[in-house]
């Protein structure tokens, strides 16, 4: 164990993403970093900022707007010896690099029998609220948890960031980190010791006894808050959070849905075909003679998300609509 | 940078070279020759979309690399692969969807892959290899182990913007990359006057990379220019473009019969009967004495042979198992 000192270490969203990768950096000089900004910028979030001084521009690149162009371009490089990480400065940029991500990255390893490989990264955003418009606040992580080949990660807290990035880092196969935009500030606990977090293990941020809200990324915060809130109101909120969309902890959601016999599904993504659907289905499907009531869902309303403030705010789950979804859920209104 | 290079001295090819050449554009043939004869026997599923008429393309680029160069292929892309040094025995295999194959079945006439021979695989998306051969050439410089990485497409690839910003991105990093345009004049079935705006070559010379035009039916022209690119790619010179000026006898896909409305077969003669790359290089290597007529039968019997025990190797070969099916999902 360590010393209590570096227990109490604190660390934001991004300076623990920065400090995997520089970690990993130091570790395998096959790392390395390309993307729109991503040396002396640091990114607009600042989340690179110093690594280009230590690691020099060789391996911290930066590249002409060219999502298709320099995704392509690391898939290639991931085959032949390197490990890039590809940064998609938003998320909804992901849009561009599609067939370099769907159709190579996903299937080479398949398509050559096992051959070749994409040990890859891609780093990009998600969530709304940052009043961004409809361009810049899309949380489109269920495109690439639908297809084989690609794993996804979507850490909740800088504890979880830095390990599944690590771990991403070091997998064989091409895996897509997505990080909240407006988490990057938040601050928890990071110890300085080395670990990483293997893909497909989910986490219980809090235990409860009757109901569990299933969060990812962003809306891990706000079930929390709304457990916070539910307890008030005399009801015990399990919150799972699933790390990785794919590979998927499904022993962990149905093991805790069979205890609760109540479940919410909160992700920022569109509720209509998307992640919320597919969890729902494997709760309902694994603890069905269990559950009390139908397994609710909760995701971004189905429209472009909207400019204006009032607007923006109704279109994604917050802790008081959780909180009234789960004290109806429970018949407490 | 526009350049023009003259076909090989004649002296500085030697004839062992030459007489590779041949074998190696004549094993292309007659592996399609076969392919044709398995698809309309209904012994291969898919589609098979032949290399025939193009053979001086492959082999003059691939005789001008090392086995451990990288190349990326296309949808037509059998020539390219059996030219960097694919056997013919898995190449059908793996058409055929047995498990012997170079991709175990899982791959098929269109994505044919094999590290062992640096071929990264054909890929049936247009213009989707190029920015994985681009990344081939990046890592190539990164890890300086003096590799380059040629990237073969047809002249349909021209249409997709992802060509054009993987160029800006290898004249940018000066990587040793050769993107070589088949011009076979036809983008499925339309001509690609249809399709193609402006001239070819000034695309690549727009980003600065060094291009050349080449008659994609004389191998020796080909290889020349492939000789000279690949040396300057490989000594920091950066990345060029060759446009090779070839066509395809055959229709799109073997199921591609009735031609008429977008060719005519006056013109699939003339080709046949003046361009032909491989019967010009014969006419050349016995005019010159570099060869005798027997000695190129005495090739083609070999080859003939091989080819058909390569294809019944395949037939007999077992298809995979059901089990296989989850497997190579992730490494």
Same mark, same amino acid.
């Given at each position: +164990?360590?010393?209590?000192?570096?227990?109490?270490?604190?660390?934001?969203?991004?300076?623990?993403?920065?400090?995997?990768? &520089?970690?990993?950096?130091?570790?395998?000089?096959?790392? *390395?970093?390309?993307?729109?900004?991503?040396?002396?910028?640091?990114?607009? =979030?600042?989340?690179?900022?110093?690594?280009?001084?230590?690691?020099?521009?060789?391996?911290?690149?930066?590249?002409?707007?060219?999502?298709?162009?320099?995704?392509?371009?690391?898939? !290639?490089?991931?085959?032949?010896?390197?490990?890039?990480?590809?940064?998609?400065? =938003?998320?909804?940029?992901?849009?561009?690099?599609?067939?370099?991500?769907?159709?190579?990255?996903?299937?080479?390893?398949?398509?050559?029998?096992?051959?070749?490989?994409?040990?890859?990264?891609?780093?990009?955003?998600?969530?709304?609220?940052?009043?961004?418009?409809?361009?810049?606040?899309?949380?489109?992580?269920?495109?690439?948890?639908?297809?084989?080949?690609?794993?996804?990660?979507?850490?909740?807290?800088?504890?979880?960031?830095?390990?599944?990035?690590?771990?991403? /880092?070091?997998?064989?196969?091409?895996?897509?980190?997505?990080?909240?935009?407006?988490?990057?500030?938040?601050?928890?606990?990071?110890?300085?010791?080395?670990?990483? /977090?293997?893909?497909?293990?989910?986490?219980?941020? $809090?235990? !409860? &006894?009757? /109901?569990?809200?299933?969060?990812?990324? &962003? +809306?891990?915060?706000?079930?929390?808050?709304?457990?916070?809130?539910?307890?008030?109101?005399?009801?015990? @909120?399990?919150?799972?959070?699933?790390?990785?969309?794919?590979?998927?902890?499904?022993?962990?959601?149905?093991?805790?849905?069979?205890?609760?016999?109540?479940?919410?599904?909160?992700?920022?993504?569109?509720?209509?075909?998307?992640?919320?659907?597919?969890? @729902?289905?494997?709760?309902?499907?694994?603890?069905?003679?269990?559950?009390?009531?139908?397994?609710? $869902? +909760?995701?971004?309303?189905?429209?472009?998300?909207?400019?204006?403030?009032?607007?923006?705010? +109704?279109?994604?789950?917050?802790?008081?609509?959780?909180?009234?979804?789960?004290?109806?859920? *429970?018949?407490?209104? | %940078?526009?350049?023009?290079?003259?076909?090989?001295?004649?002296?500085?090819?030697?004839?062992?070279?030459?007489?590779?050449?041949?074998?190696? %554009?004549?094993?292309?043939?007659?592996?399609?020759?076969?392919?044709?004869?398995?698809?309309?026997?209904?012994?291969?599923?898919?589609?098979?979309?032949?290399?025939?008429?193009?053979?001086?393309?492959?082999?003059?680029?691939?005789?001008?690399?090392?086995?451990?160069?990288?190349?990326?292929?296309?949808?037509?892309?059998?020539?390219?692969?059996?030219?960097?040094?694919?056997?013919?025995?898995?190449?059908?295999?793996?058409?055929?969807?047995?498990?012997?194959?170079?991709?175990?079945?899982?791959?098929?006439? %269109?994505?044919?892959?094999?590290?062992?021979?640096?071929?990264?695989?054909?890929?049936?998306?247009?213009?989707?290899?190029?920015?994985?051969?681009?990344?081939?050439?990046?890592?190539?410089?990164?890890?300086?182990?003096?590799?380059?990485?040629?990237?073969?497409?047809?002249?349909?690839?021209?249409?997709?913007?992802?060509?054009?910003?993987?160029?800006?991105?290898?004249?940018?990093?000066?990587?040793?990359?050769?993107?070589?345009?088949?011009?076979?004049?036809?983008?499925?079935?339309?001509?690609?006057?249809?399709?193609?705006?402006?001239?070819?070559?000034?695309?690549?010379?727009?980003?600065?990379?060094?291009?050349?035009?080449?008659?994609?039916?004389?191998?020796?022209?080909?290889?020349? #220019?492939?000789?000279?690119?690949?040396?300057?790619?490989?000594?920091?010179?950066?990345?060029?473009?060759?446009?090779?000026?070839?066509?395809?006898?055959?229709?799109?896909?073997?199921?591609?019969?009735?031609?008429?409305?977008?060719?005519?077969?006056?013109?699939?003669?003339?080709?046949?009967?003046?361009?032909?790359?491989?019967?010009?290089?014969?006419?050349? %290597?016995?005019?010159?004495?570099?060869?005798?007529?027997?000695?190129?039968?005495?090739?083609?019997?070999?080859?003939?042979?091989?080819?058909?025990?390569?294809?019944?190797?395949?037939?007999?070969?077992?298809?995979?198992?059901?089990?296989? #099916?989850?497997?190579?999902?992730?490494?």
């Amino acid at each position: +164990m360590s010393t209590p000192e570096v227990n109490e270490r604190e660390l934001t969203f991004a300076q623990a993403v920065r400090e995997a990768l &520089s970690e990993e950096m130091r570790r395998d000089p096959n790392v *390395c970093i390309m993307g729109e900004d991503v040396a002396e910028a640091g990114t607009p =979030f600042k989340v690179l900022s110093g690594l280009v001084e230590e690691f020099g521009k060789e391996r911290v690149l930066d590249t002409p707007i060219s999502e298709a162009g320099f995704t392509g371009l690391a898939v !290639g490089a991931a085959m032949t010896g390197l490990r890039p990480i590809v940064d998609i400065m =938003f998320g909804d940029f992901i849009t561009l690099t599609m067939d370099q991500m769907v159709n190579q990255a996903a299937k080479v390893h398949y398509m050559s029998g096992g051959k070749w490989k994409v040990p890859m990264v891609m780093r990009t955003t998600l969530g709304a609220t940052r009043r961004s418009a409809a361009q810049h606040s899309q949380s489109l992580h269920a495109w690439f948890s639908h297809v084989p080949g690609l794993k996804v990660v979507l850490p909740s807290t800088p504890y979880d960031a830095k390990g599944l990035l690590k771990a991403a /880092i070091r997998d064989e196969n091409p895996v897509v980190f997505f990080e909240d935009k407006m988490m990057y500030k938040l601050k928890g606990p990071v110890p300085a010791e080395e670990y990483t /977090i293997p893909l497909g293990v989910a986490d219980v941020k $809090r235990e !409860g &006894s009757d /109901i569990t809200l299933v969060a990812t990324s &962003s +809306m891990v915060q706000v079930a929390l808050g709304a457990a916070t809130m539910l307890e008030g109101a005399g009801i015990s @909120a399990e919150v799972i959070d699933p790390r990785t969309t794919w590979p998927l902890d499904e022993k962990t959601l149905i093991a805790s849905v069979k205890k609760t016999s109540r479940a919410i599904v909160l992700d920022e993504g569109y509720e209509r075909y998307g992640i919320t659907a597919e969890i @729902a289905s494997v709760i309902s499907a694994g603890a069905f003679y269990d559950l009390d009531a139908p397994v609710r $869902r +909760m995701g971004a309303m189905h429209v472009p998300i909207p400019f204006s403030p009032p607007l923006e705010d +109704m279109t994604v789950p917050t802790e008081n609509s959780v909180f009234e979804a789960a004290k109806s859920l *429970c018949n407490r209104n | %940078m526009t350049t023009v290079i003259e076909r090989s001295d004649e002296a500085q090819v030697d004839a062992t070279r030459l007489l590779r050449f041949y074998r190696q %554009m004549l094993a292309i043939r007659l592996f399609e020759e076969r392919v044709n004869d398995l698809y309309t026997r209904a012994l291969m599923p898919g589609l098979a979309h032949l290399y025939i008429g193009e053979e001086a393309v492959a082999v003059g680029m691939c005789e001008a690399l090392r086995k451990d160069d990288y190349i990326t292929s296309t949808h037509r892309g059998h020539g390219h692969c059996l030219a960097k040094g694919a056997s013919p025995d898995r190449m059908f295999a793996e058409l055929l969807g047995k498990e012997a194959g170079y991709c175990r079945g899982k791959g098929g006439s %269109m994505h044919i892959a094999d590290p062992d021979t640096g071929n990264m695989g054909a890929n049936a998306i247009v213009a989707g290899s190029v920015g994985i051969a681009t990344g081939a050439a990046f890592s190539a410089q990164r890890l300086d182990n003096g590799r380059i990485a040629v990237c073969f497409f047809g002249e349909g690839a021209l249409g997709q913007g992802s060509l054009y910003e993987v160029m800006n991105l290898a004249q940018l990093f000066k990587l040793p990359v050769i993107y070589v345009c088949e011009n076979n004049l036809y983008t499925e079935y339309t001509h690609f006057s249809e399709t193609t705006a402006g001239d070819i070559l000034t695309r690549a010379t727009a980003f600065g990379l060094l291009a050349a035009e080449v008659d994609g039916q004389d191998v020796r022209s080909v290889h020349a #220019v492939a000789s000279q690119f690949a040396e300057r790619a490989r000594h920091g010179g950066g990345p060029g473009f060759i446009l090779a000026n070839t066509y395809r006898y055959s229709g799109h896909h073997v199921g591609d019969i009735n031609r008429a409305y977008y060719r005519s077969k006056t013109e699939e003669q003339s080709w046949k009967a003046e361009r032909d790359p491989i019967q010009n290089l014969v006419a050349w %290597m016995t005019a010159s004495n570099v060869a005798q007529k027997t000695q190129l039968e005495e090739i083609e019997k070999e080859l003939i042979a091989e080819m058909d025990r390569a294809a019944e190797f395949a037939v007999k070969a077992p298809y995979p198992n059901p089990n296989q #099916v989850e497997e190579h999902v992730y490494a």
